[in-house]
């Protein structure tokens, strides 16, 4: 399992090639195995369509599981990165409404904190990056709260304690995301959908020789397809491999309205 996720860390691409080699060797392996049973006479062909028509039965029931799996384990990642922004713009904004030293300096305090979660959704799997990242994080709450309870202490109204309840939601939305960022494939799920795929390319071309048809070419084709499926099941469950990133714009307009102009006053 190391080998695979070690691979899959530095290339996709590499990974579904090992994958969509293995898924041939298996169907190869099947049908040699049915040629053998044909030649020793002992082949029956209606018990094996009956048995590979179940395998991949229950091979489509796990892929729709497992794409159904990614797909919410994206889902969430991307509504958290949303949740996470607005509360970071909603907590500025008090903090700008609040003014002085102490609301100007948690603004910017603020305007940091969501370059560096910026940063951190962005990031690829570098461990010292992430680590780096998450100190900065750390760093910048315990700033930020401090400068927000010396504002409820020295102001103790409705506005610095709406201020300490958009922090509390910045900060649990961090945490949010950070889970929903750490969750991945169950190892078990993997090995079942990897083992599933193998025994049903090996029952194919198994019950392809016991019939005399040798279909290469459309066997290559269903390995290719089921190794796309996969690796994209693998790509969407992750949040740093691949292609399939989580969008990062909701906290470039959080940063943008950060800078944005104030309004121009109306003529009277």
Sequence with gaps: MMVLARLALWSL???GGLLFAVEFIAHELGSWLGRRKIAGGTGQKEGAGVLVASLLGLLAFVLALTLSFADQRFAERRAGTLSEANAIGTAWLR???IGQPQGDETAKLLEEYADERLAFVRAAYDPATLVRIDERTRTLQSAIWDQVSAIVREWPNPVSTSLM???NEVFDATTAERFASELK???QIFWLLLGLTLLGMGAL?????LMGARMRALAAMLALTWTVVIVDIIDLSAA?????RTSTAAY???IQGFHAPPPRARPQ
């Design 13 to 15: 691409l590499a990974f």
């Design 95 to 97: 903090a700008k409404a």
């Design 165 to 167: 309840t958009s922090l």
């Design 185 to 187: 494939l169950p190892p």
């Design 205 to 209: 071309g198994y019950q392809l020789a």
């Design 240 to 244: 740093r491999l691949g292609s399939i």
């Design 252 to 254: 470039e307009w959080t």
